[in-house]
Antibody, heavy 119, light 107 residues
Framework: QVQLVESGGGLVKPGGSLRLSCAAS????????MSWIRQAPGKGLEWISY????????YYVDSVKGRFTISRDNAQNSVSLQLNSLRPEDTAVYYC????????????WGQGTLVTVSS | DIQMTQSPSTLSASVGDRVTVTCRAS??????LNWYQQKPGKAPKLLIY???SLQSGVPSRFSGSGSGTDFTLTISSLEVEDFAIYYC?????????FGPGTKVDIK
C-alpha cells in the first residue's frame, strides 16, 4: 500500500537549518509530483513547494522562496526539504504528499513531522 | 494568488443531519476544486476531486458540486466519524491554495 513517512523535524533556533525527508513506498515514485504542505499549530493548510517526477519542475510559495530547497532522489524513492534561515513563523507540522501533476489533488499524505522554531 | 473562502467557519450538527459546506474562489477555477477531511492529529484525507468526483473508498454520503467560483460539499446524513475539519483546495493555478477550513462539531 502507499506509504509516505516524514522525518527530520525538531526544535531549532531562529536562523537555523533543518532537513526534512519523506520516504515513499508502494507506488511508482517517478509517476508522481511530490509536495510539501505545512500547518501551523491550530491553523490551516499551506502548500509550500512541489517537485515533478523528473525533477525538472520545481515551484515554491513566495514565503519560502530563497530559504527552502526541495529535492528528490528517485533511486531512493525519497523527497527532501532543506529549510534554511528559519523563522518562528515557520513553526508547523510539515506534510509530504503526492499528486499526479501539480494541478491534481493530493491523494496520499504522510503523517507529518513537527518543526518548532524558537529560541 | 487565488484566495479561497469557506462558510461557515464552524457548523454544529447532529448525527443524521444533512450538512452543507460552501467554498468560494476569488476567480474562476472551473472545476479545479478538491475537498479534504482532517481529524485531530491526523493528515488530511482526500474526499472529492475535480469538484464532484468521489475519491475511491470515500462513503457515498459525501458529494460535491459547483464550478467557476462557487462550490459545495454535502454530507447527506452525518455520521459520528464525520466530525472533523473540512478544507477546500484549488488546483487551477499555482500556488495551489486551501480554504481556511470548516469545523463540523457535535451540536
Amino acid at each position: 500500500q502507499v506509504q509516505l513517512v516524514e522525518s527530520g523535524g525538531g526544535l531549532v533556533k531562529p536562523g537555523g537549518s533543518l532537513r526534512l525527508s519523506c520516504a515513499a513506498s508502494g507506488f511508482t515514485f517517478t509517476d508522481y509530483y511530490m509536495s510539501w504542505i505545512r500547518q501551523a499549530p491550530g491553523k490551516g493548510l499551506e502548500w509550500i513547494s512541489y517537485i515533478s517526477g523528473s525533477t525538472h519542475t520545481i515551484y515554491y510559495v513566495d514565503s519560502v522562496k530563497g530559504r527552502f530547497t526541495i529535492s528528490r532522489d528517485n533511486a531512493q524513492n525519497s523527497v527532501s526539504l532543506q529549510l534554511n534561515s528559519l523563522r518562528p513563523e515557520d513553526t508547523a507540522v510539515y506534510y509530504c504528499a503526492r499528486s499526479r501533476g501539480w494541478y491534481r489533488p493530493f491523494d496520499s499524505w504522510g503523517q507529518g513531522t513537527l518543526v518548532t522554531v524558537s529560541s | 494568488d487565488i484566495q479561497m473562502t469557506q462558510s461557515p467557519s464552524t457548523l454544529s450538527a447532529s448525527v443524521g443531519d444533512r450538512v452543507t459546506v460552501t467554498c468560494r474562489a476569488s476567480q474562476n477555477i472551473n472545476t479545479h476544486l478538491n475537498w479534504y477531511q482532517q481529524k485531530p492529529g491526523k493528515a488530511p484525507k482526500l474526499l472529492i476531486y475535480a469538484a464532484s468526483s468521489l475519491q475511491s473508498g470515500v462513503p457515498s454520503r459525501f458529494s460535491g458540486s459547483g464550478s467557476g467560483t462557487d462550490f459545495t460539499l454535502t454530507i447527506s446524513s452525518l455520521e459520528v466519524e464525520d466530525f472533523a475539519i473540512y478544507y477546500c483546495q484549488q488546483t487551477s493555478s499555482t500556488p495551489v491554495t486551501f480554504g481556511p477550513g470548516t469545523k463540523v462539531d457535535i451540536k
